[in-house]
């Protein structure tokens, strides 16, 4: 079956095994893509009710139908009610895993499309961001939109492919270990990109090796003749080098396919060499970023595109939301990389502070607990004092919550001014932001969890004037 047969009623339900409860109407069939949220769904989509955290899809099947819905998926009809007069309904076991069924059916007919999947510790929707301008310089492809990267965004941005496309980008993450593998089986990726190895969520996976192991399991898929293209840098994927087919590597090391030297941080972009030839450059701040550049040219190279598209793709990038962006509030100079956090993007954060403030200007970092990382939180946050002290890279810290205040002794026992806030809560945000003076250049970096951002939105509310992104940003 081709992907343009794919869409019919009863090949939807065929995928999934589900059974109607109500039949649809002859009209209007499925015309491809699924949606979890009435608010983004468009006609003819196909509707996943799912139990979710804070409401229950079955409530919004009405606004499904109005929204121009071809089948509704259930696993609840009690909890559904009345149906709409004229919406198909399917009811099936779990809606959750029949997303993801549906998406390796759908998969299996894009025989043309070419899948690109991304993963990492660090840099996964950033790199991801950076590919896809390369290739729709010379392709027509579909791309992860924002971080769609776990079992309910990766279904969804597969079922978001088209017939004729050439290629499919996909962001892959994971929480805990078992998760990657079955998005490798949906993908079944003909490019692998593995950006970092980190410390991200080590209360679930108990160390960095087991993490470059999850990591690695998105290539127990991969297409024959695939290509795996993988941080250099990162010593725990050392081990997986041998057992892929085709390799190509990244990075600042010397033995690296794609070495990347020379690297020079300006107050707008990042620009660096690769194999001491070509010249690149990227509007965003961190060096790190020179390496997620090099992951994009290799591959956009293996996808055709030259060199000098690569170069005028990336030079025309600007970073993903919360992730590095600079912005200047009434005098105030903001790196808002409050996304979130682990020790190594902590630490590369802290250093593109240092590199971009302007001279004279103070150094405040606002740095919110790093969690999910088990045994090793109150060390590392220690650590993270004890770098900033060592590196000088602020001149004044903001430590929000109980496991940032780890890295006040180090602080403090250097000379680096410390304040402290238990967390954002009430009027703390607005406490923070009130630290700020002009001419400040400020870092904002914590975990997901911490709602870090909340201290920009506070500094609307101190500083009340129209903030813009500063030159370059």
């Not at 409401?55 to 919004?60: E, M, N, P, S, V």
């Not at 121009?68 to 609840?76: F, L, N, P, Q, S």
């Not at 971080?147 to 996909?170: E, F, K, M, Q």
Request: charged content about 20%; some cysteine; hydrophobic content about 45%.
């Amino acid at each position: 079956m081709s992907a343009g047969d794919f869409w019919t009623a009863e090949s939807v339900r065929a995928a999934i095994g589900g059974s109607w409860v109500a039949k649809p109407n002859l009209l209007p069939e499925p015309t491809g893509g699924a949606a979890i949220d009435t608010r983004a769904l468009s006609a003819g989509e196909v509707f996943f009710a799912l139990l979710g955290d804070q409401t229950d899809g079955h409530r919004f099947l009405a606004e499904a139908h109005t929204a121009g819905a071809a089948i509704a998926v259930i696993d609840d009809a009690e909890a559904a009610g009345e149906l709409p007069e004229g919406l198909g309904v399917l009811r099936v076991g779990d809606a959750r895993l029949a997303l993801g069924r549906l998406a390796a059916a759908y998969r299996a007919t894009l025989g043309s499309v070419r899948t690109i999947a991304v993963t990492g510790s660090n840099g996964k929707t950033t790199t991801t961001r950076m590919i896809d301008a390369c290739l729709e310089t010379s392709l027509r492809g579909h791309c992860s939109p924002k971080s769609y990267n776990n079992d309910l965004g990766v279904p969804l941005t597969v079922l978001g492919a088209r017939s004729g496309d050439h290629y499919l980008l996909c962001e892959v993450g994971a929480n805990d270990p078992g998760e990657i593998e079955p998005l490798s089986r949906i993908i079944k990726p003909n490019i692998v990109v593995i950006t970092s190895i980190g410390s991200a969520h080590l209360e679930g996976f108990g160390s960095v090796e087991a993490v470059a192991a999850e990591k690695a399991s998105l290539a127990a898929h991969l297409a024959p003749g695939g290509l795996v293209v993988l941080n250099a840098d990162a010593p725990q994927l050392a081990p997986w080098r041998d057992r892929f087919e085709r390799v190509l590597t990244f990075g600042t090391s010397p033995d690296a396919d794609l070495r990347v030297s020379d690297i020079e941080q300006t107050s707008t972009e990042v620009t660096f060499t690769l194999n001491e030839r070509e010249r690149f450059s990227v509007p965003m701040l961190g060096t790190h970023n020179a390496s997620n550049a090099a992951a994009a040219v290799a591959v956009a190279r293996r996808m055709g595109i030259a060199d000098d598209c690569i170069c005028t793709a990336l030079a025309g990038c600007s970073p993903p939301e919360m992730r590095l962006v600079r912005e200047r509030v009434n005098g105030i100079d903001i790196i808002n990389d409050a996304y979130n956090a682990n020790p190594e993007s902590m630490l590369a954060a802290l250093r593109a502070l240092r590199d971009i403030a302007a001279t004279g200007s103070r150094r405040v970092a606002v740095l919110g607990d790093m969690l999910e990382l088990g045994p090793i939180a109150v060390e590392a946050h220690t650590q993270i004092g004890r770098e900033i002290a060592e590196e000088s890279l602020a001149d004044v810290v903001v430590l929000v919550g109980p496991l940032a205040a780890h890295a006040r002794a180090p602080l403090t026992d250097a000379g680096v001014v410390v304040l402290a806030e238990a967390d954002l809560a009430g009027g703390g945000a607005i406490r923070v932001a009130s630290v700020f003076v002009d001419g400040d250049t400020v870092l904002l970096k914590g975990s997901r969890g911490v709602g870090i951002e909340r201290v920009f939105d506070a500094l609307r509310l101190v500083r009340p004037q129209t903030s813009s992104p500063s030159e370059g940003g």
